[in-house]
């Protein structure tokens, strides 16, 4: 579900109370693993931790690099980690360790969850950790000359 909540907590009273209470829920778990460096902002309609263009303006669309989102959906929650997608673990290592108490419901950089209890923190907060955010923009920058090659 798009919104059109300009702060975190315009979002988080937007949407239903209990969507609220388990967003609050991963904030808390995930937001003292980003890195330093990154902005936590409203974008596309949910929560994102972006890298400012101050410190990355030659991006692909001309908006800062998502790192990681998080949003709720129709029908589930959604935190989007980026740094799976093109980081230091990939998207196969990942579902390999997943050790959540359900099935993992993921796309190419985004656990889907209706609950967070079934979120594996112990492996999504050590995803978190271990992408800087120079190690994030160099891997953008790395992406970018490839497609540029093509």
């Not at 579900?1 to 009273?13: C, G, I, K, P, W």
């Not at 980690?81 to 796309?107: C, I």
């Not at 920058?141 to 093509?150: C, G, S, T, V, Y």
Request: proline share 5%; with cysteine.
């Amino acid at each position: 579900m798009h919104s059109d909540a300009t702060t975190v907590e315009e979002y988080l009273q937007t949407i239903p109370p209990e969507r609220g209470e388990q967003l609050r829920q991963v904030l808390d778990e995930i937001r003292p693993h980003l890195p330093e460096g990154l902005s936590e902002e409203m974008s596309y309609g949910m929560i994102t931790w972006v890298v400012p263009l101050e410190r990355e303006p030659d991006t692909y669309n001309g908006r800062p690099l998502t790192y990681a989102a998080l949003a709720s959906q129709k029908q589930y929650m959604s935190l989007y980690l980026m740094t799976v997608y093109g980081g230091a673990m990939t998207e196969e290592e990942f579902r390999a360790r997943w050790s959540g108490p359900k099935k993992l419901n993921m796309g190419k950089s985004c656990v889907r969850f209706k609950d967070v209890s079934e979120l594996d923190f112990g492996l999504i907060n050590e995803v978190l950790d271990a992408v800087s955010v120079d190690a994030f923009v160099d891997t953008n920058r790395e992406l970018q000359a490839d497609r540029k090659k093509r």
